[in-house]
């Protein structure tokens, strides 16, 4: 099994539209979680970090669920503008390296 | 800032060259990583330093990869000889504090590397 693991997508979505993405990790003692989004040819750049209580940050929600080892990103009236990949990311205790998955790609469309 | 700095942006050589690639990380941080990603097998991190150390160099796929960091401003990773395989993106990230702390890595614009 693997260690982070997304839906590779794509998702196409109209402009407007509300559309979720789910990630599953399997290493029960992660405790660091992240959204990086990464556009067509360019680097992968930190969203947002997940916290356990959930967070916003305008019209992108993230939650965590550590019973079920999965997270959510959650984004509201989407834009053209958010058409990217989203890796979901996971960091275990102490100095272990950063876990990418291997994406979600999203396209909106007008 | 500047942000990560990699050079080239692109490469494309012929199988057995020799490749070096090379990053400039942000000033003042003291993690630098080296990832590797292709559309079959993601973002995999190859190696990664603290304070110009190499920690952890279990990601390099074999002994033809080699990365160093003479000093905090610079660092290399050199592909010898270089195979069809190894075409990929190669991205270098740095940030302020160790991977579990939770630090933002900033990536560079990454190193589109193919192997004919």
């Known amino acids: 099994r693997k260690e982070v693991e997304q839906d590779p997508g794509p998702f196409n979505v109209p402009e407007g539209a509300t559309v979720a993405f789910n990630c599953t990790y399997s290493?029960?003692?992660?405790?660091?979680f992240f959204w990086y989004r990464q556009d067509c040819r360019k680097e992968p750049k930190l969203l947002m970090s997940?916290?356990?209580s959930g967070n916003e940050d305008g019209r992108f929600t993230a939650q965590l669920n550590r019973a079920s080892q999965y997270i959510s990103l959650l984004i509201r009236d989407s834009k053209l503008s958010d058409s990217a990949t989203y890796l979901c990311?996971?960091?275990?205790?102490?100095?272990?390296?950063?876990?990418f998955g291997k994406g979600t790609r999203l396209s909106v469309i007008a | 800032d500047a942000g990560v700095i990699q050079s080239p942006r692109h490469e494309v050589t012929e199988m057995g060259q020799e490749v070096t690639l090379r990053c400039k990380p942000i000033s003042g941080h003291d993690y630098l990583f080296w990832y590797r990603q292709t559309m079959m097998r993601g973002l995999e991190l190859l190696i990664y330093f603290n304070n110009n150390v190499p920690i952890d160099d279990s990601g390099m796929p074999e002994d033809r990869f080699s990365a160093k960091m003479p000093n905090a401003s610079f660092s290399t990773l050199k592909i010898q000889p270089s195979e069809p395989r190894d075409s990929a993106v190669y991205f270098c990230?740095?940030?302020?504090?160790?991977?579990?702390?939770?630090?933002?890595?900033?990536f560079g614009p990454g190193t589109r590397l193919t192997v004919l």
């Open positions: 997940v916290y356990s």
């Open positions: 990230a740095s940030s302020l504090g160790g991977q579990g702390s939770g630090d933002t890595q900033y």
């Open positions: 990311v996971v960091s275990n205790s102490g100095n272990t390296p950063l876990v």
């Open positions: 290493n029960s003692a992660s405790q660091s």
